[in-house]
């Protein structure tokens, strides 16, 4: 069966260190992998975008790496901030896939001073 | 940018009530339309998208329906709802490849 799993545990880190998340599917090929930031009863936020052809993707502090031999990204926040603290989904859009997005649970991030 | 209202926000509903919860969209036209729910504790789950006027595919066979009247209006409807019924109900329009979500609705089926 088809799966998208991400950390059910929150992830707990200092301010100043790097968050590493993790998104791992099977039984997929997806054309891109993306990842949405989710803040406690609101709507998620696109952050960044990677396709399948691409290693990586960087965007201020935050880096994705998305490997389609292993069927993994993996979601990076350098120098991180309490402000970071929130829930991490991240998403496939497959090949022809009419743009519909498949979501993981997500990982809850908590960065503490 | 697209920005995509909801309401309303809170929604309290016994069992068996009838349910209609409104997204509409400014900023673009003909977008792609979605409703997503997301149970407590559990990831997104796509219910419905629209294409256009009228279009709506539909993923998961239950007692919800959507409809979409007009360019930049998306309705979720049911007319008898169930305690699994409750969740966070989202609304989102398609970007150049990522999705824009509205500010969602807080269902509460008793």
């Known amino acids: 069966s088809q799966k998208i799993e991400q950390n059910s545990e929150a992830l707990n880190i200092q301010e100043g260190k790097t968050a590493t998340l993790t998104c791992n599917y099977t039984?997929?090929?997806?054309?891109?992998l993306q990842w949405y930031r989710q803040d406690p009863g609101r709507g998620p936020v696109f952050l960044l975008l990677i396709r399948e052809n691409e290693k990586e993707k960087r965007k201020e502090r935050l880096k994705v790496t998305f490997d389609t031999t292993l069927k993994q990204s993996l979601f990076h926040i350098t120098a991180s901030q309490p402000a970071d603290s929130a829930t991490y989904l991240c998403?496939?859009?497959?090949?022809?896939?009419?743009?519909?997005?498949?979501f993981g649970t997500g990982t809850q991030l908590k960065v503490e001073l | 940018s697209q920005t995509i209202h909801q309401w309303p926000a809170t929604l309290v509903q016994p069992v068996g009530s009838p349910l209609s919860l409104e997204c509409t969209v400014e900023g673009t036209s003909n977008p792609n339309l979605y409703w997503y729910r997301q149970a407590a504790g559990r990831g997104l789950q796509l219910l419905f998208y629209?294409?256009?006027?009228?279009?709506i595919s539909s993923e998961v066979p239950q007692n919800l329906s959507a409809s979409r009247p007009q360019d930049r209006q998306f309705i979720l409807s049911s007319k008898k709802l169930l305690l699994s019924d409750s969740g966070f109900y989202l609304c989102?329009?398609?970007?150049?490849?990522?999705?824009?979500f509205g500010p969602g609705t807080r269902l509460t089926v008793t």
């Open positions: 629209s294409v256009g006027i009228g279009q």
């Open positions: 998403a496939l859009i497959l090949t022809g896939g009419g743009n519909k997005l498949t």
């Open positions: 039984n997929y090929s997806p054309a891109y």
């Open positions: 989102a329009c398609r970007g150049a490849n990522e999705q824009y």
